[in-house]
């Protein structure tokens, strides 16, 4: 069944779409509007173009070539179980935050098995690949891989103090990820608000004891979000 789904504002500027025809963007588009709650959808090629192209003469002849260009990209995993092919689009809740999503009946893709299969056994069975991203409206692309990342193997507060350099050791990594892909991604600006917490630019680590505030630094993010709105880019918070 087709389902209302919502676009951010920051697709138009991805770095991906940008390297795709506009047919193979708008197929990309379309392709969520069929898929399941978990982003999974059949890849019968009949099926696809009489749901999404049955009054474009040309697309039998060109759908290949636009799925072929959004798979390069990294924006849909094919494969196939027996003689039935699917489509998976690849981080589906960086796209699309569900919030009831109803689980799929449509067989998970090697990449979901391989990923579910490197973690507890407490977490196999139903569990998205992605964490839900109750951040909807902000460009969120890769938050999920970057929170993970960041954060899996992190020691709990108690087991040492959060120091200046390992906030910018960690705000280093995710900005250079963040100024690729054109977003200011959620895990980056927990990492500057972490920052501020422990005055590494200001904020409300302010000097106690009566003593004049030095002038405030700009952090990193409030940089990158000046530099963002001088050439237009949105996405930016």
């Known amino acids: 069944m087709p389902r209302i789904r919502t676009i951010q504002p920051a697709f138009a500027h991805s770095a991906s779409m940008a390297r795709v025809n506009r047919d193979a963007r708008l197929l990309f588009i379309l392709l969520w509007t069929i898929a399941d709650d978990e982003g999974r959808l059949r890849a019968d090629s009949h099926l696809l173009i009489g749901q999404l192209f049955s009054t474009d003469p040309d697309a039998p002849e060109l759908l290949p070539l636009w799925l072929e260009a959004l798979q390069r990209e990294g924006c849909i995993e094919g494969y196939a179980l027996g003689d039935v092919r699917y489509l998976r689009i690849v981080n589906w809740r960086r796209h699309q935050y569900v919030q009831h999503p109803t689980p799929s009946r449509l067989p998970p893709s090697p990449q979901e098995r391989l990923r579910r299969s490197r973690k507890s056994p407490e977490a196999s069975g139903g569990v998205h690949e992605e964490a839900a991203n109750p951040l909807q409206g902000r460009d969120n692309s ?30 280093r990594r995710l900005q250079f990820k963040s100024e690729a892909k054109g977003s200011f991604t959620a895990a980056t600006h927990l990492v500057e608000l972490i920052g501020k917490r422990i005055n590494c630019w200001g904020g409300k680590g302010a000097p106690a004891g009566g003593k004049e505030p030095e002038q405030r630094t700009k952090s990193p993010g409030e940089l990158m979000r000046e530099e963002a709105a001088k050439h237009g880019r949105s996405g930016w918070p």
């Open 142 to 171: 890769g938050d999920a891989d970057e929170f993970h990342e960041l954060f899996s193997n992190t020691p709990p507060p108690d087991e040492g103090p959060i120091t200046p350099e390992a906030v910018l050791t960690d705000l």
